[in-house]
């Protein structure tokens, strides 16, 4: 039919709006839509229309290839009536007007994609996820880009919290057993559950809807991790389900995040992908985080736990009885530990205990009680062992 995209742009362009019932634009362009994705298509906008619609260029030559002109010409002007007529009825004029369309306003993860190709959304960001305002007409969704935030006068923080009052208020969010959407009565390991929303488009914002995060814990039993499996949604699981499988949690979110990963090479278009990491919840103390900077958070504050809080002349005591010690294994390691963690050093960066005695009594000096540390927060370091 024809040997180049430029041939077939040429017969779109002559003889396409021959046939056409109505008088309209043709042009060619690259599109990017809010996903990210980005082709080349045919927009075809009727005459004092508002929108065009647009059909993917490649998609059109492979599906049409074989038809005979006549034949692909009236198959591509039934596919565009059929579009034109699927378009929303959506008057620009109300989308610059905030009140007419705050009403629909909803949140929408932003694909890892999206990130390098949309770079004029308004955007924010939760536990390192972007996330942006979109208008749901229905039909389809409208990303919200910085030159409408301008023109609403509102800030960025009213739109967004808009739109997470109306999923809450529409309560969007399903939370579901993947054994049962499989149709499956058992499953081998851990139970999983799908959190979208009812269309399951875009659903992974729900996490973040207020109040949201609680309901899934409560519904998948307490502390869980939230694995991104795509911008439609996430896959939850209880840590409770994990804690036979792994010794500690920093184990388990590594394997999440593996598993996240693994998930988004086999089974996820790029368009669709979030990222390679998960999010954990702690339910008891209501905290959100990416698992792997939860574990660390978690391992930091139970190594400081192990350190007693030394005041100066604590400090001074325990200085002495090394000094007075023949050997420095007479001192337990423990002790060298607290003394560094109360001093900001860290233990393990020593290799020479003579070294690490010098630093010990320049830091003591340099210290009194009034800046030693009298509560929890000790600044030290997760040593490496050497």
Known sequence: MYDSKESFKKIMKDELPVIL????????REVTRSTGEVYEAMTVTPKEAQMGVNLRLDSMMDKYNKEPKSMML???????IEAINQMPAFDLASFSDYESIKGQLMVAPLSALARKNQTDLVT????GVKLYPVIDLGTGRIGIREKYLANYGITKEKLFSDAFANMKEKETMTIRSLSELLGQSSQEGPELFVVS?????????EAFVPGNIEKIAQEVGGDCFLLLSSTHELLAVSLSELIPRYCTLADAAKA????????NAAHVLPEDQIDNFSLFYDATNDIL??????ADRLERNVLHQMHRIMDFDARAELIERIDEAENWDDIDTEEYESLCANLG???????DPDK??????????KSDIENTPQNNEITCRIPARR
Do not use: W
Request: negative net charge; contains cysteine; hydrophobic residues 40%.
């Open 345 to 351: 050093l860290d233990y393990y960066d020593y290799d």
């Open 124 to 127: 924010i960001e939760k536990c």
């Open 74 to 80: 009236s198959s591509i002007k039934d596919e565009i």
């Open 21 to 28: 019932p109505f008088e309209a634009d043709i042009v060619f």
């Open 356 to 365: 690490l005695f010098e630093d010990i009594v320049e830091a003591q000096a």
């Open 289 to 294: 985080m990416q698992s792997a900077k939860y």
């Open 256 to 263: 999440m995040d593996q598993m996240v990963t693994e998930i």
């Open 197 to 205: 929303n009812q269309e399951n488009i875009l659903g992974a914002a």
